[in-house]
């Protein structure tokens, strides 16, 4: 009878977690002292799901449009959310992005992937650390670079996803109010493409 209680109580507190991680890992119990094979107990009888590889939310998690970010930001925490996926969760392009980007950084930690579905891109120094927002989805806590970093990478990095792309981003960014010009323009200096962005950016103020 002990062990039934037992049992049951780490089935609780393995809900719990679950239910503060929004998406969970099977190595988000350890510091809980649950064992992993309470996912897959609970999993059997319908409680949680398997979304992923090695990722599990609540059966009733309501799944948004931006699960992606969220399941690829529990994959690489320290990664970013960049360029097209960005883009696409500020509402700046007409691009439906198939992978989520990702910013990670150039010289240090490199994530050992393979999910098809997230596309790394290397940044470093400032231009990795300047513009982070952090937004919740899903319960899971995303970094995703702002609507003026965003757009500065955009030019950046015009070659990977086209320079009219980010144009359109550029103009959009502008039009619906995201950021000022003046933030805009720090970005680009950070991303140094103020040369290229800024006759853009005048002809669109």
């Known amino acids: 009878m002990k062990v039934v209680l037992m049992n049951a109580s780490k089935t609780q507190r393995a809900l719990q977690v679950i239910r503060e991680n929004g998406v969970l890992r099977p190595r988000d ?13 609970l999993r059997d009888r319908g409680v949680i799901e398997r979304v992923g590889r090695g990722l599990y939310v609540l059966a009733d998690t309501t799944i948004t449009e931006h699960h992606s970010l969220a399941e690829a930001s529990k994959r690489v925490p320290r990664g970013v959310i960049c360029l097209l996926s960005a883009l696409s ?9 198939s992978q989520v980007w ?26 990795l650390a300047h513009g982070v927002e952090l937004h919740n989805i899903e319960g899971v806590e995303v970094k995703i670079y702002s609507p003026a970093k965003t757009v500065a990478d955009s030019f950046k990095y015009r ?12 103009r959009d960014c502008l039009r619906q109010r995201k950021a000022t010009v003046d933030q805009l323009l720090e970005a680009a200096e950070v991303c140094r493409v103020a040369r290229v962005m800024r006759p853009y950016l005048e002809s669109l103020t």
């Open 159 to 170: 070659n990977k996803i086209g320079l009219d792309v980010a144009m359109e981003a550029l």
């Open 102 to 127: 990702m910013a990670v950084d150039r010289k240090g930690w490199s994530p050992n992937l393979d999910l098809p579905f997230v596309r790394l891109v290397r940044f470093s120094g400032p231009a």
């Open 29 to 41: 119990l350890i510091p809980h002292g649950i064992p992993r094979h309470t996912l897959r107990t």
């Open 89 to 97: 969760f500020h509402g700046l392009t007409t691009q439906n992005p």
